[in-house]
């Protein structure tokens, strides 16, 4: 694998280096997710567009980030973190309420993988990197997707 692809890998997977930072950076690379919601918010296809993007490219570069890592799941990798973010707040309100449930939600979420979301995590490469962190973006969607349509909750 040549230098320059090595850097790719190293610079998508870890989300422009979020993840080397030296603190939770899983919690960070989620916080990378709400930055690129704020850009996108406005538009509904723009939001679905990116998160599909994303989520390819973590498919593709977590997968080689484990052979550049030598490590299975790195905690150097936070674009899984990023897609699951988004996944969490696709076709919800951008209401500060609804976000930062989200967050709060989506974190619990990835940190206690609840079923199936534990059991895919120990498939190999890109899909065990991705699938956790997508299970718990779509639980965390929906979770709010009923709080927003059976509550009454106003967006402000």
């Given at each position: 694998?040549?230098?320059?692809h090595r850097?790719?890998?190293?610079?998508?997977?870890?989300?422009?280096?979020?993840?080397?930072?030296?603190?939770?950076?899983?919690?960070?690379?989620?916080?990378?997710?709400?930055?690129?919601?704020?850009?996108?918010?406005?538009?509904?296809?723009?939001?679905?567009?990116?998160?599909?993007?994303?989520?390819?490219?973590?498919?593709?570069?977590?997968?080689?980030?484990?052979?550049?890592?030598?490590?299975?799941?790195?905690?150097?990798?936070?674009?899984?973190?990023?897609?699951?973010?988004?996944?969490?707040?696709?076709?919800?309100?951008?209401d500060p309420?609804?976000?930062?449930?989200?967050?709060?939600?989506?974190?619990?979420?990835?940190?206690?993988?609840?079923?199936?979301?534990?059991?895919?995590?120990?498939?190999?490469?890109?899909?065990?990197?991705?699938?956790?962190?997508?299970?718990?973006?779509?639980?965390?969607?929906?979770?709010?997707?009923?709080?927003?349509?059976?509550?009454t909750f106003?967006?402000?």
């Amino acid at each position: 694998m040549s230098s320059y692809h090595r850097f790719l890998v190293k610079l998508i997977s870890s989300f422009f280096f979020v993840g080397y930072l030296p603190l939770v950076p899983g919690t960070f690379g989620s916080l990378a997710g709400l930055a690129i919601f704020f850009f996108v918010k406005g538009s509904a296809f723009d939001l679905v567009f990116v998160t599909f993007i994303v989520t390819v490219l973590g498919f593709l570069a977590s997968q080689e980030a484990e052979k550049v890592f030598n490590k299975k799941d790195d905690r150097r990798i936070v674009i899984d973190e990023v897609s699951g973010m988004l996944i969490s707040l696709l076709f919800l309100p951008p209401d500060p309420a609804i976000i930062f449930f989200a967050f709060l939600i989506f974190r619990a979420l990835d940190t206690l993988k609840p079923y199936p979301a534990n059991g895919l995590q120990r498939l190999k490469g890109g899909l065990g990197v991705m699938s956790d962190d997508i299970v718990a973006g779509i639980y965390t969607n929906i979770t709010l997707q009923m709080v927003v349509r059976f509550t009454t909750f106003k967006a402000s």
